[in-house]
C-alpha cells in the first residue's frame, strides 16, 4: 500500500531515502527548516569519504587512560570540554564500553559491514539518477603514516577490516612518492583502500538528491518537527515548529544530531551525542594530494574537492549549543601546510574558510536503522555518526523497504533502538 512519508531531515540519510520512497510508489513530504545541502547539516561539511572501510567505531581498548588527556588538552584529536563533562559523562561511559575489547569491535564491524558494502557504487547511481555523476569518484582512499610502525600501531582496527572482508595495497618508499609527489617525505608508509570512493562536493551532492526528489514528485516543507500525532498506537501526523500539523501515515525520523527528542516520544530513548566535528578549505589550490589521504599522525583527512582543498576530521564533545573554537580549525589547516610543504605557508587568509558541524553519534558508532518501539509507522534513521555519508545510498534503501511491508536487504537487527536499554 501506498503511504503518504514525512521526512524528517535533508541531509544525505533524508534526501536517499526520499527518493527511495518515491522509486517504491510513495507520496513523500521533506521536513526540513533550512535549504537542503546547505551549511547547517553534517552531510554539508564531512570529509568527503565514501569510506566502505570505515567499519570501526571511534572508541578502542585502552580509551579510558586517555580520558584525562582529553580534558586537559581542548586542541587535542578528541577533545571533551570541561563545562560539558558532567553531561557527557554517562554517553562517554557508554563509548568506552563499546570499543573495549576486540571481540565487541568485530561485532560491530560485522554489522556496519553489510551497511557500508558497494557504497561508491551505489552513489555513484544516485549522483546519475540526479544529473551529477561529476560529484562521485570511485579510485580508492589512502591512509598514511610516518612510518610501517604508525600502522603496525593500528593493527588491531586492520586485522578486523581484513576478517570482514576488506582488502587494501601497501604502499612505500618510492611506489608511495610516485602516487603522491606533494605529500611530505616524513610519511613513508601508506595503504590504499581500492574498493572505496569519495564525494568532490557533499553539499550540492545531497542538493542535487533532493531537487531530484522533488522532480519526482516530494514536497519540502520548511519547518522542524516538533512531536507526532497518535491515535491507537498509530500515526495521524507530524506537529511542526509554524504551530500546523503535517497529516501522514508514516514518518522516517532522520535529522541528525537532533533526532533523540523525537525517538524518544516513541518511546526509544537513545543516547545521542553530537561529535562535533571543523573542516577548513583552501580555495585556489594548484598542488597537493593526488588523492584523498587520511593522515595517520593528525588523525584528520585531507581531499582534493570540486571547491578547493579540505582537511577535516578529530572529535570535540561540547554539546549542540556550545560556541565554536575556531582554533581546532586553525589547526587542521597547520597539519595540512605541513603535510604538503608546495602549498604557500602561511596560506593567503581571504582563500581560506572554515566550518563547523555535528555528528550524530551513539556511544557504539552504529546508527539507529528500525521501526520505533512505540508506532511501527515511524522509522529511526539517524546516528551513523562518522559514516553517514557512505551509509545514505543503503539506509535509504532500508527506509524504503521497510515502510513497503518488505524485509530489509541486510540484517538491521544490530541498530535497534532497545540495545541501550
Known sequence: MARHVAVIGCGIEGAASAVELLRAGHRVTIIEPAEPGGSQAASFGNAGWLSSHSVLPPSA????KKVPGFLRDPLGPLAVRWSYFPKALPWLLRYIAAGSTEAKLLRIAQSLRPLLKDSPILHAALAK????????????????????AGFEAEAM?????????????????EALRAAEPDLDPAYTFAVLTE???????????????AALAQRNGAELRKAAATGFRLEGGRLKGVTLSDGSMLACDSAVICCGARSAPLAAQLGDPVPLETERGYHVMLHGVNVGPRHSIGLGPAKMVVNPMADGLRAAGQV????????????????LRDHLLKAFPALPNPYPADRVTTWLGHRPSTPDGMPVLAPASGCPDVIHAFGHGHVGLVAGPRTGRIVAHLLSGQA?????APFAPTRFR
Not at 574498493?195 to 538528491?209: D, H, I, K, N, Q
Open 61 to 64: 581498548p585502552g580509551l579510558w
Open 129 to 148: 539518477e540526479a544529473g551529477v555523476p561529476e560529484l562521485i569518484e570511485h579510485k580508492g582512499l589512502m591512509n598514511a603514516w610516518h612510518s610501517r
Open 157 to 173: 582496527g586492520w586485522r578486523i577490516r581484513r576478517q570482514v572482508g576488506i582488502t587494501w595495497t601497501e604502499l612505500e618508499g
Open 195 to 209: 574498493e572505496a570512493g569519495r564525494c568532490l562536493s557533499p553539499g550540492r551532492y545531497v542538493a542535487a538528491l
Open 316 to 331: 570535540e564533545i561540547a554539546g549542540l549549543e556550545g560556541a565554536p573554537n575556531w582554533k581546532r580549525a586553525e589547526i
Open 408 to 412: 530489509p536487504e541486510i540484517d538491521i
